[in-house]
C-alpha cells in the first residue's frame, strides 16, 4: 500500500461501536488542506505534520518513560525517587535531557569516526520507522500497512545493526563484547517473538493492524485463543524484553560486568539517543503487545453486560491503548527492578531449549483451532 | 575442556577490569584473560589503596593505633578495634571485666550482621538486581543507628580500647537492639522471597565458582568463604575469646564449595549472631566497662598474636614489641588477602559474568586486602 493516508482511512466493517474518533479531525484537515493546495502540495503537508507528530511524541514518549522509569523504581525500591525538578520531580527527565544536549559529545581517538557517529542516528531512525503502522487510537495510525505485523518484525531487527556499529566502532573491549552478546541476543530472541506474533495473525487471519484489532470486537485474543494464546502473549513478553534488551536479559549493557557494555564510549547527546532508541523500542514492542493480544484500542467488554460494555465505550480509545501499552511497560520495568541478569549461556539455552520449541509448537496448536474455529 | 582452554593461546582476549570498575567495589584491578566468554586467567593487581596502615602503626602508640584500624576493613570496624585490643591486653595480661566483654561481643555480631546485609545488597547488584541493596539497607540503618548512639560513629567506631569499651552504652541500647530483633525476624523473609529463592538467581550460583575443601585451605581461605566448602575455621569456635564460649551458637557449615554455598553460609550467619546478640542483649553484667589501666601503655618485650572472626573471615594480629610505648612491628594478616588469591582457581573455565558473582560471594573490602 502506497504512503497515502498519512492519517488513517475510516473503518467501518465492524464498526459496532460508538465510540469518539480521531477521524472527523483528521477528515475534516484533509479537507480543508485539499480545497486550500494542490494535491502534491497536500501530500507533502501532511507528510510533515506527521513527521512532526512522530518526533513529538518521540520526545514525550522518551521523557515520560524515563521518569516513569524513575519513579516505579523507586517505589518498588522504598525510596522516593525524583522529587526536586518540577512538581513531584515530574521535569526531573526534561532537565536530564537538558543536561545532555549541552555535554559534550565526545568520539574516542581510536573509534571510526563515521561508524561511530552513525550508530546512535540509526538506532533512532529504527524506532521512529517502528512508529508508522501503529494504531494510537480508533481509526488513528500514521500508515494503514496492510502486512503492518511483518513490517514491525522486520524493521526492529534492525536495531542490533546499531548496537553492533557500536559496539565494534567504540574500539573498546567492553563495547566489542556488549555488541557481540546483544547480536547473538536479539538474534535469538527474535525467533520467538516472530512465532508468537504469528500465533495472533493465524487466529487473526490478517497481517493488518486494523484487521487484528477489529478482529478482537468480541474480546481480546489472550481470552479468546484459550490456553495457547496466553503461552503466546507470556513467550512474547519475555522474548521482547529481551529484544529491547531489558533487565533481566540486559547482558548487552550489564554494568556489574562491562560498565556499560556497547554504549560505553557515548556520551552527550549521542548516549541520549540510545537511551531515547532503547525506551521507544520497549513502548513499541509493548503496544504491539497490547494491539495483539489485549485487543489494542478496544475497550473491554464482557459478553452480555449491555450496560457495563455501553460505560466501557464511553472511555476514548487512546486512553485504552495507552493504558494497556503502558500496564505492560509497567510489567517489563517490574521484572527489571526484581530479577537478577542471566549468563550468556543459560540467555542463549533459555530461548533455543525452550522457548522456541514450546512456541513452534504452540504455533501448530493455534493453527489446529483457528482451522478447527475452536477459538471463541 | 577445562585443559584445552587453559593452553590454547589463540583469540586471547586480555580485558582490565578495575581499578575503576563497578564490580570490584573499590579499587582492585583484576586482569582477565579471555576466550570468548570464557576466563582463561585472573590475575588480582593490588596497592591501589595502600595506605601503609602497617607502617603508620609502627609510629603510633597501642592507645592510638586502634583508630587507625577502622579503616583497614571498615564493614568489621568493631571487630578490627577489637583484634588489637585483644592484642594488648593479652601482652599486658589485663583482666577485661564482664560487662565490657559482653559489650564487645554484642557490638561485634552486630557488625557482622551489618557486613552481611551490606555483602548481601552488594552481591545482588553484582548479578543484575538492584533493588535488594536497598530492602538491605533498611536494616543496615537501623544498626547504624544504634551504633551511632552509643559510640558517636556509624562506620569507623573507634570503640574498643585496651581494657574494655571507650565510653558505656548509651540507655536506650537494649531496647533499640531488641527492636531491631524483631524487625530483622519480620523482614529476613524477604530476603529468601526476592533473592534466595529466585530462579535466576539460583541457576546463577549453583555449582559455579566451584572451590575445593583442600583448595580452600592450600589459600589460606577463612570465613565464610572457607566455611562454604567445609572447612572448619570459625575463630569464635575454635579459639574463643571474650564471652564467646559462654554462648550457645552454631558454627556455619556448607559441603557445596560453590557460590550459593558461600551465599548459604552467610545467610545463616546472620541468624546466627541474631541467636548471640539474643542470649547477651538481656545479661549484660552490671560493672565497669573498662579495666583500669595506665594512661601511657607500654607492651613487655617479645612477639604477640591474637586472632578474632570478622565478618569476612580470621584477622590475625601479629606486635612485635621492643617495650617501647610504639610496637616495632605490626602485622595484620587480612581475610580478604587469602580469600581473594583462591579466585583465580574459582573462575578458571567459567564466564564473565559468573567471575562477578565469584567476587560478590568472596566479599571483598579492598582496603582490607591492601591495608
Redesign the interface.
Known amino acids: 500500500m502506497p504512503l497515502t493516508s498519512a492519517f488513517s482511512i475510516p473503518f467501518s466493517r465492524f464498526d459496532i461501536h460508538k465510540m469518539w474518533s480521531l477521524t472527523d479531525i483528521t477528515t475534516n484537515i484533509h479537507d480543508w488542506l485539499n480545497e486550500t493546495f494542490s494535491p502534491t502540495w497536500v501530500l507533502i503537508i501532511e507528510m510533515v505534520i506527521a513527521g512532526i507528530a512522530v518526533i513529538g511524541l518521540f520526545a514525550v514518549l522518551g521523557l515520560v518513560l524515563v521518569i516513569m522509569e524513575r519513579k516505579v ?1 523507586a517505589w ?4 522516593l525517587g525524583p522529587n526536586r525538578v518540577g512538581p513531584k520531580g515530574l521535569l526531573q527527565s526534561l532537565a536530564d535531557t537538558l543536561k545532555l544536549l549541552v555535554k559534550e559529545g565526545l568520539t574516542p581517538g581510536g573509534a571510526d569516526k563515521f561508524l561511530f557517529n552513525l550508530a546512535p542516528i540509526i538506532a533512532l531512525v529504527v524506532a521512529m520507522l517502528l512508529m508508522a503502522p501503529i494504531a494510537f487510537a480508533k481509526d488513528f495510525q500514521l500508515w494503514n500497512l496492510n502486512i503492518g505485523v511483518l513490517y514491525v518484525s522486520a524493521v526492529s531487527s534492525l536495531m542490533v545493526i546499531s548496537i553492533l556499529m557500536a559496539g565494534w566502532s567504540s574500539n573498546n ?2 563495547s566489542l ?1 556488549g555488541a557481540m ?1 546483544s547480536g547473538a541476543q536479539i538474534v535469538s530472541y527474535e525467533l520467538s517473538a516472530g512465532l508468537s506474533i504469528l500465533t495472533i495473525v493465524v487466529l487473526a487471519g490478517s497481517l493488518n493492524i486494523p484487521d487484528i484489532i477489529y478482529s478482537q470486537a468480541d474480546g481480546w485474543w489472550i481470552f479468546k485463543g484459550h490456553i495457547p494464546a496466553l503461552i503466546a502473549f507470556v513467550i512474547f513478553i519475555i522474548a521482547v524484553t529481551a529484544e529491547t534488551n531489558r ?2 536479559f ?2 548487552a549493557e ?4 562491562l ?1 556499560a557494555g556497547f554504549h560505553t564510549e557515548y556520551s552527550g547527546m549521542k548516549f541520549a539517543l540510545f537511551f531515547l532508541a532503547e525506551y521507544v523500542n520497549v513502548f513499541i514492542v509493548c503496544a504491539i503487545g497490547a494491539t495483539l493480544f489485549l485487543g489494542g484500542w478496544m475497550p473491554f467488554h464482557i459478553g452480555n453486560w449491555e450496560a457495563f460494555n455501553h460505560v466501557m465505550d464511553y472511555i476514548p480509545s487512546s486512553i485504552w491503548f495507552f493504558g494497556k501499552t503502558f500496564f505492560l511497560i509497567f510489567v517489563i520495568m517490574w521484572f527489571r ?10 540467555l542463549l539455552n533459555l530461548e533455543w531449549k525452550y522457548l522456541l520449541p514450546i512456541s513452534m509448537f504452540n504455533l501448530i496448536l493455534v493453527t489446529a483451532i483457528a482451522i478447527l474455529k475452536w477459538h471463541f | 575442556m577445562l585443559e584445552e582452554v587453559a593452553t590454547s593461546t589463540e583469540g586471547d582476549l586480555v580485558i582490565n577490569v578495575g581499578p575503576q570498575h563497578p564490580a570490584t567495589h573499590g579499587v582492585l584491578h583484576l586482569v582477565i584473560t579471555l576466550n570468548g566468554e570464557t576466563i582463561k586467567k585472573v590475575e588480582p593487581h593490588l596497592g591501589y589503596i595502600h595506605r601503609s596502615i602497617e607502617k603508620m602503626c609502627e609510629s603510633l602508640t597501642y592507645r592510638q593505633f586502634i583508630y587507625v584500624t577502622s579503616r583497614m576493613d571498615y564493614l568489621s570496624a568493631h571487630i578490627n578495634n577489637h583484634a588489637c585490643a585483644l592484642c594488648v591486653e593479652k601482652a599486658m595480661q589485663i583482666e577485661v571485666p564482664e560487662r565490657a566483654q559482653v559489650i564487645r561481643v554484642i557490638m561485634d555480631e552486630l557488625t557482622r550482621i551489618a557486613s552481611h546485609e551490606l555483602w548481601w545488597g552488594a552481591m545482588a547488584m553484582d548479578i543484575g538486581a538492584f533493588t535488594p541493596f536497598f530492602h538491605a539497607f533498611r536494616e543496615r540503618e537501623t544498626i547504624n543507628d544504634i551504633m551511632e548512639e552509643t559510640c558517636g560513629a556509624r562506620l569507623t567506631m573507634n570503640y574498643m580500647v585496651p581494657g574494655g569499651v571507650m565510653i558505656d552504652l548509651h540507655p536506650d541500647f537494649q531496647r533499640k537492639v531488641k527492636e531491631f530483633i524483631k524487625l530483622f525476624r519480620s523482614k529476613v523473609h524477604e530476603y529468601d522471597e526476592l533473592v534466595t529463592g529466585n530462579i535466576i538467581f539460583r541457576s546463577r550460583m549453583k555449582d559455579v565458582g566451584f572451590l575445593s575443601k583442600e583448595d580452600a585451605i592450600s589459600f589460606g581461605c577463612t570465613g565464610p568463604t572457607a566455611r562454604g566448602s567445609g572447612v572448619s575455621c570459625d575463630i569464635r569456635k575454635l579459639y574463643p575469646y571474650d564471652v564467646y564460649n559462654k554462648v550457645q551458637f552454631e558454627e556455619v557449615l556448607e559441603t557445596g564449595g560453590d557460590s550459593l554455598a558461600r551465599y548459604m553460609v552467610r545467610i545463616r550467619e546472620m541468624h546466627q549472631s541474631i541467636s548471640i546478640i539474643e542470649q547477651l542483649i538481656d545479661n549484660i553484667p552490671e560493672g565497669d566497662f573498662q579495666a583500669k589501666t595506665k594512661a601511657v601503655l607500654k607492651l613487655p618485650k617479645g612477639e604477640f598474636y591474637t586472632r578474632v572472626e570478622t565478618a569476612r573471615g580470621e584477622l590475625g594480629l601479629y606486635i612485635v614489641s621492643e617495650g617501647a610505648t610504639t610496637p616495632y612491628r605490626i602485622k595484620f594478616r587480612s581475610p580478604g588477602f587469602s580469600n581473594l588469591s583462591a579466585l583465580d582457581t574459582m573462575a578458571r573455565g567459567s564466564k564473565l559474568g559468573d567471575l562477578v558473582a565469584m567476587m560478590g560471594t568472596l566479599d571483598l573490602v579492598i582496603p582490607d586486602i591492601d591495608r
Do not use: V
Not at chain 1, 518498588?76 to 525510596?79: C, K, L, S
Not at chain 1, 550489564?254 to 560486568?257: K, M
Not at chain 1, 527492578?337 to 543459560?346: C, E, G, M, S, V
Open positions: 523504581s518498588m525500591q522504598i525510596r573491549k567492553y563484547m552478546r533487565a533481566p540486559d547482558l550489564a554494568e556489574s560486568e560498565t527492578w526484581t530479577f537478577p541478569r542471566l549468563r550468556i549461556d543459560q
